[in-house]
């Protein structure tokens, strides 16, 4: 079992930044690649980041290439998503995500432990 917490979600008006921060325990992080998710009301759950499991590489969907940035610290069984120039259509709740597979995934089937989310609002 691989449990995962996410932070660092909030408020944040146009243009500005922030880091959310997913913990995990359980299984051992550093074999797995991460990945964030994110799901908009109405929307399905959607691709954002993922990172391989030694961190050596990355995947973006388009829509945040350039704006946001993944990274890892296997010391501290933590993966963060730096985000930055957020807009509106970045409001969701943003999800973390433990894969079977070591490489950066964008695929949802790849992952099979999540985290309950934390919400992201940036207002206009």
């Known amino acids: 079992q691989v449990q995962l917490v996410e932070s660092g979600g909030g408020l944040v008006q146009v243009g500005g930044s922030l880091r959310l921060s997913c913990t995990a325990s359980?299984?051992?992080?550093?074999?797995?690649?991460m990945g964030w998710f994110r799901q908009s009301p109405g929307n399905e759950r959607e691709f954002v980041a993922a990172?391989?499991?030694?961190?050596?590489?990355?995947n973006y969907a388009d829509s945040v290439k350039s704006r946001f940035s993944i990274s890892r610290d296997n010391a501290q069984n933590t993966v963060y998503l730096q985000m930055k120039s957020l807009t509106p259509q970045d409001t969701a709740v943003y999800y973390c995500?433990?894969?079977?597979?070591?490489?950066?995934?964008?695929?949802?089937?790849?992952?099979?432990?999540w985290g309950q989310g934390t919400k992201v609002t940036v207002s206009s």
């Open positions: 995500a433990a894969s079977s597979v070591r490489g950066a995934s964008w695929q949802r089937d790849s992952y099979d432990y």
């Open positions: 359980g299984r051992t992080f550093s074999d797995s690649a």
């Open positions: 990172i391989s499991w030694n961190g050596r590489s990355t």
